[in-house]
């Protein structure tokens, strides 16, 4: 069983356009992420929701807006595609225990194109 | 400056080497210290996770932490061609209120192991 899924795996569309990614994940973790990687590679946090409440928005542009209808789905949600939306957006979950912030888990990613 | 630099490679060595690969931070807050691969096409996956200064060993992979000097690396004894992948170095913070657990990544190694 995938533990953190992503859908779609690769989306391609025109600028201007509004589209959804969608995560879930099945470790029962209580915090989920959207991190970007460019095309360098480079992975940059954008948002993190704990129980469902926004904790970090990374200066990110209003365009973006991520949704959480529960501990388990995080969804992100961009209106008005740029060209500079192209790049790879991987969702994650962790869990805090013991005080502790516990490692983070991965998704495969969804690779967005804007034509 | 960045707050984690990693030296982005290629790094190319012969099958059955050992490899380090390594990276500095500025940001004296990180207390959570991870090594992440990353094969082309998928998402981070999780090597090594240390809390705070100290060394850990898992099977042919050693972290090492050095806070003083602002410094980690990981070392990769007897390296297969499998191992040929990116590998991210990660930090967060223990404040939950301001950092929220974002990881902060360096830029990536890509490591090629020639057989």
């Known amino acids: 069983d995938t533990a953190v899924s992503q859908t779609p795996k690769y989306l391609v569309t025109q600028m201007g356009n509004d589209k959804s990614i969608k995560c879930e994940q099945n470790?029962?973790?209580?915090?989920m992420y959207w991190y970007k990687q460019d095309s360098k590679k480079f992975l940059k946090i954008m948002f993190s929701y704990n129980n469902k409440e926004l904790i970090i928005n990374e200066t990110v542009p209003n365009r973006f807006s991520p949704k959480s209808p529960d501990k388990a789905h995080l969804n992100l949600h961009i209106n008005s595609l740029e060209l500079g939306d192209s790049a790879v957006y991987f969702c994650?979950?962790?869990?805090?225990?013991?005080?502790?912030?516990?490692?983070?888990?991965f998704g495969d990613g969804t690779r967005l194109s804007i034509l | 400056q960045k707050e984690v630099e990693q030296d982005p490679g290629p790094l190319s060595v012969p099958e059955g080497a050992i490899v380090s690969l390594n990276c500095t931070y500025s940001?004296?807050?990180?207390?959570?210290f991870m090594w992440y691969r990353q094969y082309s096409r998928k998402g981070p996956e999780l090597l090594m996770y240390t809390y705070s200064s100290g060394n850990k060993e898992d099977g042919r992979f050693t972290a090492q932490v050095d806070k003083s000097s602002k410094y980690i690396s990981l070392f990769i004894r007897d390296s297969q061609p499998s191992d040929s992948a990116t590998y991210l170095c990660a930090m967060s913070a223990d404040i939950w209120r301001e950092y929220g657990n974002k990881l902060v990544f360096g830029a990536g190694t890509i490591l090629r192991v020639k057989s």
């Open positions: 940001n004296s807050a990180f207390q959570y």
């Open positions: 470790l029962g973790h209580d915090t």
């Open positions: 994650a979950s962790s869990q805090r225990w013991a005080g502790r912030n516990q490692p983070q888990h």
